[in-house]
């Protein structure tokens, strides 16, 4: 059984074929958002940024990131 949902997905504006997806850990009870790139693969999470923030946080989190206004820090590893 699956603990994870999706709950909106919100295309880039600035990276073509981008996009991000804010998810809810029904198990955990907190919203997280995932990156994927144009060929549908992870590149970065954010999930512990997120704990005890709600829906409304995330998808504004999200929705400026498509829009270009947020940028995420990536940590090479």
Do not use: Q
């Amino acid at each position: 059984m699956h603990n994870t949902r999706v709950i909106s997905t919100y295309w880039s504006d600035v990276e073509e074929g981008h996009y991000c997806e804010v998810k809810l850990n029904s198990k955990e009870e907190y919203f997280y958002i995932k990156y994927y790139d144009d060929k549908g693969t992870v590149y970065h999470r954010e999930d512990t940024e997120h704990i005890n923030k709600s829906l409304r946080w995330c998808e504004d989190a999200a929705e400026n990131w498509a829009l270009g206004i947020k940028k995420l820090v990536l940590k090479n590893g």
